[in-house]
């Protein structure tokens, strides 16, 4: 087992997880393309994509990138010709960008099986990334797959020196097989399972952690904002705040645009479950609806509604499981150990894109954001880890999969 890192970073990929109730829309893999860059930049390593194969009888997509990483993945309804030739436009651009590419490439993306196809294809391109580290440094990146039985995304991570210091680096595909996604009991720094034992290796279990999160439309937030703006958020009483305070001042050194929240991610059991209830019962009722409907106009209208609560409201409640949630909340944080650092875009970028599309800027002002809030917390690391004592809890007993 590895000693315990002084500091570590985990970044997740929420494969299809565009949408969520309440209107935010999001690129739900910033978090892993920073880690991931994290890791890249260490290696040395060329994540750019080489290939796109596409079978169509064989119904596979695989992604090969210049330095070797394969991912792949095979939508549930099947890959169109078309579909293969769009795919194209992947190649040369870089797998850790897995949605903005995907989207890119075949125009938009939805989860929860209804775009199958832009999932597979990010699903492919984030595993691909992942591979390509084991495959540039077999003996000091170890990478995993998820144990969740409906998934099939890597998890990845290693030990790096940066500006001196000693830092975990953990990067996780979520990614459901065929398509079907959001499934992310395994996002943030969540420990069960496979990526339990990954973390552990890794000296990640009670480490400060910064948890890397999407670039998103918010509604409650981006009305307001006339630029891209960084948020930092933590609970401060569940929460390490030593960790948020130290991705705070790193923002405000840089001079970029910043929002600091520590009143979110309160604790209170069952929010998932009744956020399902609520979103059955809308489904419920246009279901019903649309059994008394009579007339094609009326049927259109239903039918189109309940494309809409499957395609966006959705992906709010069947991203995680519920006794997992109850814990480590919406962006998987284990108490104590961590802060989130994610992006909002503004109302008008929304109006333009219509989905959050994460770049090449967005990374490195990310980066920059995460290695000057090291050099801060390990000032502050004594602090940072008295937090984690205090909060920490341990998600061993919470492994509910296959029930």
């Not at 309804?77 to 960008?97: H, I, S």
């Not at 680096?169 to 943030?188: K, M, Y």
Request: charged share 25%; net charge negative.
């Amino acid at each position: 087992m590895a000693s315990a890192a002084a500091m570590a970073i985990a970044g997740h990929a929420g494969i299809g997880h565009t949408h969520c109730p309440g209107g935010l829309i999001q690129d739900d893999t910033a978090g892993f393309a920073v880690a991931g860059a994290l890791i890249r930049d260490c290696l040395k390593a060329d994540t750019r994509v080489r290939t796109v194969d596409v079978d169509v009888d064989r119904n596979t997509i695989q992604v090969t990138t210049f330095d070797g990483g394969v991912g792949e993945s095979s939508p549930r309804r099947g890959v169109t010709p078309a579909e293969a030739e769009l795919m194209q436009a992947a190649v040369r651009r870089d797998a850790l960008l897995c949605q903005s590419v995907a989207v890119q490439a075949l125009g938009r993306m939805y989860g929860q099986g209804v775009l199958e196809t832009p999932v597979c294809l990010a699903a492919a391109l984030g595993n691909a990334a992942l591979d390509t580290f084991r495959k540039k440094a077999p003996k000091s990146f170890h990478l995993t797959v998820e144990s969740a039985p409906t998934n099939c995304g890597y998890v990845g991570g290693m030990r790096v020196d940066l500006d001196g210091i000693p830092v975990s680096v953990l990067a996780t595909v979520n990614a459901c097989t065929s398509g079907i996604g959001p499934n992310e009991d395994l996002e943030g720094n969540v420990a069960l399972g496979s990526k339990r034992e990954l973390m552990t290796l890794l000296g990640m279990m009670r480490c400060p952690t910064i948890v890397l999160e999407g670039k998103a439309y918010s509604p409650a937030l981006s009305d307001s904002l006339e630029l891209q703006t960084f948020l930092i958020r933590v609970n401060r009483d569940l929460d390490n705040v030593a960790v948020a305070e130290a991705l705070y001042e790193s923002a405000r050194n840089l001079n970029y645009p910043v929002i600091y929240r520590d009143d979110v991610f309160p604790r209170e059991e069952g929010t998932l479950r009744r956020k399902g209830v609520e979103v059955a019962d809308a489904i419920i009722h246009a279901a019903e609806r649309l059994k008394a409907a009579e007339t094609g106009p009326e049927k259109v209208r239903v039918v189109a509604e309940l494309a809409t609560l499957v395609s966006q409201e959705c992906g709010g409640m069947s991203f995680m499981t519920n006794k997992v949630h109850d814990v480590v909340r919406q962006v998987g944080m284990i108490p104590g150990t961590s802060a989130v650092l994610s992006l909002l875009v503004t109302r008008d970028y929304l109006t333009r894109w219509k989905i959050p599309l994460l770049d090449d800027d967005d990374i490195r002002m990310m980066q920059n954001i995460v290695r000057g809030a090291l050099l801060l917390l390990h000032v502050r690391l004594p602090e940072a880890r008295r937090i984690v004592e205090q909060q920490y809890q341990d998600l061993g007993p919470l492994e509910f999969w296959g029930e």
